[in-house]
């Protein structure tokens, strides 16, 4: 059986300010609306024996990606099994328990397709036809990864150098994984024939992976057993006790299992690829017009060349200027020269530093009950625009530092504050002081939408203290 893992996370931070830690890489919207884990998904429907795909994400992300599959038509989310990972971590610790909790399911013969969430793939069919060769790989006992043929020097990925074919399978034996070389060494890679990236997909049997892991990694199976036998549940989602996943050693799986194992193939790609791992990458994706300019959104262009402008909603002029990246979220605008935009995470690094909130949300936050926009804050008040989802509900909180008024524009609402509970229809309007518990509920079958004015001399989030909350939050200490 062929079981696609997709592992989802990470914070992307070359492609800030659209990626950043709340919503991630992931949950890009590519040119065509459709987000890079949506896209992941489908072609992992593809190549799944019986429906089943296995996620691996941060506990932070499951709703989001919930509802990020609840959208493609036909979903069926009792065969979308997820891990939520407490905090982040590196793929070989994913991978195992992965493998572990696919063993238990799924038996040990299970092969596992493990599929980053943040590559772009177009061709299906070829990446289909491909998965298929490295599974019949996988049943011979090979750890198989996939090499992409270089289109130009790169320095930016691992290269892999291939070996002698595999006897009766399309496949060559990996001779050596090779770090990332200088241009002049990638340059000779790409002459020789002999070299692919490598692209950070894998497929092996479950039970050949926690063989070779036993050899080649002992600390981390050992690590992640604990980790999953400590595990609140073996039934979807599966949530990992925090103390005993932060005891798993931070490592790659490709320096944990894939270069210490004796047994390794590569499946050239037929398909198309890209990990999009730059703002000159994402701009790469779009067709340029007559100056070489690429354009997602509103733009005005003149005597301009070579650039790459996305705008999330306001207009965006560009004169006189060649070889610059432009984006505009609404909230942070990057400028960035073509050839620099690796630096970007420069500035997220300076952001977290200073921490500053647009190191990890936008202007709008998803939540498991729907999302928030921040129209104003300012040190005297703070104003948001909620929308909650049919059939969702806030947490029973209260806060210490900040009242809130809330003024229903749309919809019907339920609400307590305090012991009183009561309904709010369109235009109308509460307050709730500070202390006073308080919860906003939507009993309805369409979105509700409010305007929240918090009024204080504090509006963190962690001035939040929950006590009731039906998505598994702590609350804050």
Known sequence: MLIPIILSGGAGTRLWPVSRSAYPKPFMRMGDGESLLRKTLDRALRCSDNGTVLTVTGR??????????????????????????????????????????????????????????????????AFEADARRAAALAQDGWLV???????????????IRMGAAVEGREGRAVAAFVEKPNMQTAESYVASGEYVWNSGMFC???????????????????????????????????????????????????YAIMERAPKVAVVPATFDWSDIGSWKAMSDLDDADGDGNRVRGQAVIVES????????????????????????????????????????????????????????????????????????????????RLTVKPGHVLSLQLHHR??????????????????????????QSTYIPMNTVHRLENPTDTDIHLIEVQCGDYFGEDDIVRLEDRYGRVAAK
């Open 60 to 125: 932070d992300y499951y709703f989001l990606t919930r509802d990020e599959y609840a959208q493609r038509p036909g979903a069926d989310l009792d065969q979308l099994p997820f891990l939520l990972e407490p905090a982040g971590r590196n793929t070989a610790p994913a991978v195992v328990l992965a493998a572990l909790h696919a063993r238990e399911h799924a038996g040990a013969d299970a092969t596992l397709l493990i599929l980053p969430a943040d590559h772009l793939i177009r061709d299906l069919d």
């Open 305 to 384: 060349a070579n650039c790459y402008i996305q705008s999330e909603g306001r207009m965006v002029a560009a004169v006189g200027v060649r070889d610059l990246v432009i984006v505009d979220t609404g909230d942070a605008v990057l400028v960035s020269h073509r050839e620099r935009a690796q630096q970007v995470k420069q500035v997220v690094e300076r952001l977290r530093a200073d921490n500053h909130a647009a190191a990890s949300v936008h202007q709008t936050v998803r939540r498991p009950w729907g999302s928030y926009t921040v129209l104003e804050d300012a040190d005297d008040c703070k104003v948001k």
């Open 204 to 254: 092996f049997r479950a039970d050949v992976l926690l063989d070779v892991a036993a050899k080649t990694c002992p600390d981390v199976l050992a690590a992640a057993q604990a980790c999953h036998a400590q595990a609140t549940s073996h039934e979807s989602p599966v949530e990992f006790a925090r103390d005993a996943f932060l005891a798993q050693p931070d490592i790659s799986i490709d």
């Open 145 to 159: 990864t996939f090499g992409i043929r270089p289109t130009h020097p790169e320095t930016g990925f691992g290269y």
């Open 402 to 427: 900040r009242s809130e008024h809330w003024t229903v524009v749309e919809g019907t609402a339920k609400v307590r504050v305090g012991e009183e509970e009561f309904q709010l229809e369109r235009n």
